[in-house]
């Protein structure tokens, strides 16, 4: 087992891994920028290193003053976390270079299934039933006019290393197709310095599912059922939940089944997932693999009463996993709210600030994931995210009545929040029925601002 891990990362996340580390008997170190002095994961971690200023590329993006700091602190791994440098192939590499464990996939894994067009013809051979479309990259608009012909519009182009909602476009005739292919290339060129393209036919109303999985180096594969991440806005997730309220038990295991021969076929090794796009009918099609732990983990954790970090850290170390899969069963509905420092009322507009007062619920099946405190000033230069309402309950009615009891608990002063939204979401009735796709909050949410 590791002695001494590093944190790469900052906010809620930074202590979650901490803790983590803490109950492994693993000593930690926290890095941090200029604009986090008064951060709490720096308080936590029992050594810290300042890397820089206030903006990411100059500390949490920087890989040498990273590198620098597991150096001089003696760390034997860095836990990137998510966002920031968790999906940089080059720095699991240069981690790997220095004697340090990356805590996630190999350069080459975090590379293979970085590259759409790569993961997807990977998915294909592995099974995983995927999207009608191109074979890979397509070269010029005339072979787009081609294929969409074959498969039918709407089509929707791709760009080949995009993601998160970067550098697609939706195109629902010729024209649309032409106008797309070049503004879509310039945008992939300009965005990911990569103008290549594909298409696939556009799934119209789908859910958002995700399907958590893990490898460890001894070859064992296990998958911890799905998450429905479809209410979201602007490629933001906003509510997470499981189980998704179109699963089965039988659509469960076939999607849990796709996802580990997915995994299978890279040799994948620590925690990663596996997004689909599920249509009414229950058809899935995969989407893209995400290499790193995610936002939305412990509506996971709390389904299925496990720790997917004391898991990855534990597998990254060259652990076993003793799981078997049978044992691995879907007990609770969980759900999770993403709160943000945001303003609901302009556009979700960040709003950084000094929170003045401040009260976090509690109770049986209630978790909160946060890193603020009474008097923290919320910086300006990071995500809006401030902190998680996770809860679980027996059933999906009683977890969206917990929801709604402790949305009305927490008390957030300074700044606005997203908790007005998601008290909103709660008493929508398409929302309390399941009735809702990945389209859901952009158009069928009346909110005063989509009116206009
Ligand atoms: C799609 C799609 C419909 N059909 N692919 C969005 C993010 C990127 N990972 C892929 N995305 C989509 N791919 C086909 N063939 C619709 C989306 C999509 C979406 C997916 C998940 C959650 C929110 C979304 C919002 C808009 C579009």
């Not at 997730?237 to 179109?246: A, N």
Request: net charge negative.
């Amino acid at each position: 087992m590791f002695t001494k891990v590093l944190i790469a990362n900052r906010g809620e996340i930074a202590l979650r891994i901490i803790r983590a580390c803490k109950e492994l008997g693993i000593k930690t170190v926290a890095v941090y920028s200029e604009a986090d002095r008064d951060a709490l994961h720096v308080r936590f971690a029992d050594e810290d290193v300042c890397i820089g200023p206030a903006s990411p590329t100059e500390s949490y993006l920087d890989m040498q003053r990273i590198i620098a700091a597991a150096e001089v602190t003696n760390a034997d791994a860095i836990h990137p976390g998510y966002g920031f440098l968790a999906e940089n192939a080059d720095f699991a590499e240069v981690c790997e270079s220095c004697g340090i464990t990356f805590i996630g996939p190999t350069p080459t894994q975090i590379r293979q299934l970085g590259d759409k067009v790569n993961a997807k013809e990977l998915m294909e051979k592995a099974g995983v039933p995927c999207t009608p479309g191109s074979e890979g990259v397509v070269p010029t608009f005339e072979d787009a006019i081609g294929i969409a012909e074959e498969i039918g519009y709407p089509v929707i182009l791709k760009a080949v290393s995009g993601g998160g909602g970067k550098g697609m476009r939706v195109c629902n005739d010729v024209s649309e197709l032409e106008r797309g292919f070049h503004l879509c290339t310039t945008e992939a060129a300009n965005s990911f310095n990569n103008p290549d393209l594909y298409l696939e036919k556009f799934i119209i109303g789908p859910h958002h599912v995700e399907i958590q999985i893990i490898g460890d180096n001894h070859g064992n594969y296990f998958h911890f059922g799905e998450r429905d991440c479809s209410i979201q806005r602007r490629h933001q997730k906003l509510i997470e939940e499981t189980p998704s309220p179109l699963m089965t038990d039988d659509l469960r295991e076939r999607m849990g089944e796709a996802a580990i021969r997915g995994a299978k076929m890279v040799g994948y090794q620590g925690v990663g997932t596996i997004e689909f796009l599920v249509n009414e009918k229950r058809e899935f099609y995969f989407m893209e693999m995400n290499t790193r732990i995610q936002v939305e983990h412990p509506v996971t954790e709390e389904a299925f009463e496990v720790d997917l970090i004391n898991d990855q850290i534990r597998v990254a170390a060259g652990e076993k996993l003793t799981y078997k899969q049978e044992d691995l069963v879907h007990k609770w509905a969980v759900i999770e709210c993403r709160i943000n420092a945001e303003d609901v009322e302009k556009d979700f507009r960040p709003t950084p600030g000094k929170l003045t007062g401040l009260h976090v619920p509690g109770g049986m099946g209630v978790r909160v994931d946060k890193a603020v405190y009474t008097g923290y000033s919320i910086p300006q230069y990071y995500d809006s995210m401030i902190a998680k309402l996770i809860v679980k309950a027996p059933t999906r009615e009683l977890a969206m009545l917990k929801m709604r009891n402790a949305l009305k608990e927490f008390i957030i002063e300074g700044v606005p929040t997203t908790i007005p939204f998601h008290e909103e979401i709660f008493e929508h009735p398409a929302f309390i029925k399941g009735e809702y796709d990945i389209a859901f909050v952009e158009t069928r949410f009346k909110q005063k601002d989509n009116l206009k």
